[in-house]
């Protein structure tokens, strides 16, 4: 988990954001990184129990929703 992660806060826009606020925040760079195992988990956990892919949020990739 902890090397999954790792390579989530480089890569996962969504955990790399999570990541980089907490450490702006003054948070432990380790205690950072455990806060995002956990969100990882829950995020695999929803997507175990929903039988979905996951697809980031628009506002990770830096892009507006799509048009209504």
């Known amino acids: 988990m ?3 992660t790792l390579v989530a806060t ?3 826009p969504v955990i790399r954001a999570f990541y980089q606020r ?3 925040a003054g948070k432990a760079k380790k205690l950072a990184l455990t806060a995002c195992m ?3 988990l829950t995020i695999l ?3 175990a129990c929903h039988k979905t892919s996951w697809q980031p ?3 990770a ?4 929703p799509p048009p209504a």
């Open 61 to 64: 990739l830096g892009t507006a």
């Open 10 to 12: 480089r890569f996962n």
């Open 22 to 24: 907490l450490c702006s």
């Open 2 to 4: 902890y090397r999954g």
């Open 57 to 59: 949020p628009c506002e």
């Open 45 to 47: 956990n929803a997507i």
């Open 38 to 40: 956990r969100k990882l």
